[in-house]
């Protein structure tokens, strides 16, 4: 039995050969680059974390592989999890405009807010926020990755956020319900 080092050392010296097969196999599963290195770094870390598990270091190319299927598959399930929340919240979010006496209640500060934010964040909250972009279709349409959007996406609405702080002062801070700045 070898101890932890040595295996490490095994390890690095078996993958890293395999490396650009590893991430073929992946990408042929995700279809990402960026996502699939990110499954790799991940399927590394458990595979460190799980080096005193291994019996038999002859099979440590296999036992990898199943690793990385394993990653693969949680991947797939938090996507589908993350999805189905999603969509509920959209489902409630869009219930609670229902009545024309709701959206009174809404500030309207936004809108003229919303023409001074960065093109691109203005451009964003306009597609995702106040349409129904789909996140896939707008990242595809920018040229940038799905994660790449919701960076952008989460400081589209930081900066509306602090802009609507700004303008509407302690109403920004209850959520802009039933606003007294008009």
């Given at each position: 039995?070898?101890?932890?080092?040595?295996?490490?050392?095994?390890?690095?010296?078996?993958?890293?050969?395999?490396?650009?097969?590893?991430?073929?196999?992946?990408?042929?599963?995700?279809?990402?680059?960026?996502?699939?290195?990110?499954?790799?770094?991940?399927?590394?870390?458990?595979?460190?974390?799980?080096?005193?598990?291994?019996?038999?270091?002859?099979?440590?190319?296999?036992?990898?592989?199943?690793?990385?299927?394993?990653?693969?598959?949680?991947?797939?399930?938090?996507?589908?999890?993350?999805?189905?929340?999603?969509?509920?919240?959209?489902?409630?979010?869009?219930?609670?405009?229902?009545?024309?006496?709701?959206?009174?209640?809404?500030?309207?500060c936004y809108r003229e807010i919303l023409p001074k934010l960065k093109p691109e964040y203005s451009q964003l909250i306009k597609q995702?926020?106040?349409?129904?972009?789909?996140?896939?279709?707008?990242?595809?349409?920018?040229?940038?990755?799905?994660?790449?959007?919701?960076?952008?996406?989460?400081?589209?609405?930081?900066?509306?956020?602090?802009?609507?702080?700004?303008?509407?002062?302690?109403?920004?801070?209850?959520?802009?319900?039933?606003?007294?700045?008009?």
């Amino acid at each position: 039995m070898m101890n932890e080092y040595k295996k490490k050392e095994l390890l690095a010296e078996e993958l890293l050969p395999h490396r650009e097969r590893l991430l073929n196999f992946i990408l042929s599963k995700v279809s990402d680059r960026e996502l699939a290195e990110d499954i790799l770094q991940d399927s590394i870390l458990k595979a460190l974390n799980a080096l005193p598990d291994l019996e038999d270091e002859k099979k440590i190319l296999s036992w990898f592989y199943q690793i990385v299927r394993n990653k693969i598959i949680d991947h797939y399930r938090r996507t589908k999890t993350q999805s189905k929340h999603y969509e509920k919240f959209v489902r409630d979010a869009s219930s609670f405009y229902e009545s024309s006496e709701d959206e009174k209640m809404v500030c309207k500060c936004y809108r003229e807010i919303l023409p001074k934010l960065k093109p691109e964040y203005s451009q964003l909250i306009k597609q995702m926020e106040l349409g129904e972009g789909d996140p896939h279709e707008v990242a595809k349409e920018l040229g940038i990755t799905r994660n790449n959007l919701k960076v952008r996406r989460h400081r589209a609405r930081q900066q509306l956020h602090d802009q609507l702080e700004q303008t509407c002062g302690k109403c920004a801070a209850k959520g802009c319900v039933d606003c007294e700045c008009e």
